[in-house]
């Protein structure tokens, strides 16, 4: 493990693979590893009927702080996706003109 992986911080996202629908942050943790052995927990502890419904968990790299309250950790992520999608958008509206 390189040291960005062991001082990184982490969250674990639940979300559902057939609705898209995200149920948000779950918690924000502090190394890949521990990320790692977090989802672990939270596939083992998960029922089989929830799992056939769609829902998966998966890890993302953040800048939040660990211990991060999940609500707000949801409420930062969504924030900063719209605004990379919103710089997106941007980018396509501005006409591409060729050098000459």
């Known amino acids: 493990m390189t040291r960005d992986d062991l001082t990184s911080s982490y969250v674990i996202i639940r979300h559902n693979i057939r ?9 924000v943790v502090r190394g890949r590893h521990v990320a790692e052995s ?8 998960q029922g089989s009927s929830d799992r056939h419904d769609g829902w998966r968990y998966f890890i993302e790299k953040t800048d939040l ?3 991060t309250d999940p609500i707000k950790a949801t409420l930062q992520r969504q924030a900063d996706l719209e605004e ?9 509206e501005t006409p591409f003109v060729r050098p000459k």
Request: aromatic content about 4%.
């Open 65 to 67: 702080m660990p211990g």
């Open 84 to 92: 990379r999608e919103s710089k997106v958008r941007q980018n396509e």
């Open 19 to 27: 609705t898209y629908h995200s149920a948000g942050v779950l918690t």
């Open 38 to 45: 977090e989802l672990k927990r939270c596939e083992s502890s």
